[in-house]
């Protein structure tokens, strides 16, 4: 049941990614951060209520990190679906396992002490071989991307990953010292409501007056019901092995949001694109893994 909640939570998030889409021709990333903020912050609430969930904490130091991190994550992958093709900026966006391979790489040399009993660093060469694909990948997929006047928005989509990588490692921290998912994922929206409030001071607000604005409802609801689904299916998941299997079906939101390319939007990816996606898939996967093995010899 786990990994059907996982692959649920894919399909959620790869929806509301749709919905960015469609809103982003007529509000800023920023107006979007804000009121996917207001409105999963409203559900949460009553959520919580309805658990019998108090929403009070003794971490807010934590929350605000992951807040800070998650809320960075999102307004970067809000102006990629705006300016990248949905598929493209989705998949960016998934290179967080990859990222937290690249940070596990970088602590490891940074806590290294040469000595005449390792006069090399331990380094994990399948992992480092894993982030090498992962960003080959990456070229493969932005190729067209970078070729055009596309690629600032291709950065900054591929940085969205990297906060995101933060912004898990963080979740998995609160997870662990009880904070019960709906708490979290509050939190996060009253980031998200704060950090847009604050940018949409130096952007502007859209009137809310328009047909448009019918986008913003179910980008609110469909993130936060999206991120209940994927933290419930990690918290279900007991033992490594169900773990890895939640954590390989997270990738179902890459073809979730392929699919939506070729079907609502008429994207032309190319097979070269779809190569670097599947490599992207392959190595977020397998530095997963790795990653589990890792934690077990630790």
Excluded at 94 to 119: D, G
Excluded at 143 to 157: L, N
Excluded at 162 to 170: D, E, F, K, S, T
Excluded at 241 to 251: E, F, I, M
Aim: net charge positive; charged share 5%; proline share 4%.
């Amino acid at each position: 049941m786990h990994a059907l909640w996982m692959v649920l939570g894919a399909f959620l998030f790869a929806s509301m990614a749709v919905c960015v889409k469609f809103a982003s021709g007529h509000f800023s990333a920023a107006e979007l951060v804000l009121y996917r903020g207001i409105i999963g912050m409203l559900f949460l609430a009553g959520l919580a209520r309805h658990q019998g969930v108090s929403l009070a904490t003794r971490h807010p130091g934590m929350h605000a990190w992951r807040s800070f991190v998650g809320v960075a994550s999102l307004g970067a992958w809000f102006y990629a679906i705006g300016k990248l093709p949905l598929a493209t900026a989705t998949t960016l966006n998934y290179m967080s396992s990859v990222w937290i391979a690249v940070f596990i790489t970088a602590s490891t040399l940074l806590q290294w002490k040469p000595s005449p009993a390792q006069p090399s660093p331990p380094l994990q060469w399948p992992l480092m071989l894993t982030i090498l694909v992962g960003f080959v990948g990456v070229v493969l997929m932005l190729r067209p991307s970078f070729a055009a006047e596309q690629s600032f928005a291709a950065t900054v989509g591929l940085l969205s990953g990297m906060a995101a990588a933060l912004a898990y490692m963080q979740v998995v921290v609160l997870s662990r010292i009880g904070e019960p998912e709906t708490r979290v994922v509050f939190y996060f929206a009253v980031g998200s409501t704060l950090a847009g409030a604050v940018a949409t001071l130096f952007t502007g607000l859209q009137s809310l007056m328009t047909i448009a604005s019918l986008w913003l409802i179910p980008i609110g609801l469909l993130a936060a019901l999206g991120q209940l689904c994927m933290t419930h299916a990690y918290a279900k998941a007991a033992g490594p092995r169900n773990t890895l299997v939640v954590a390989s079906l997270q990738y179902s939101g890459i073809v979730f949001a392929g699919l939506y390319s070729l079907i609502v939007f008429r994207d032309s990816i190319g097979w070269v694109g779809w190569l670097g996606m599947g490599l992207i898939i392959f190595s977020g996967i397998t530095a997963t893994v790795l990653r589990v093995r890792l934690s077990r010899q630790a």
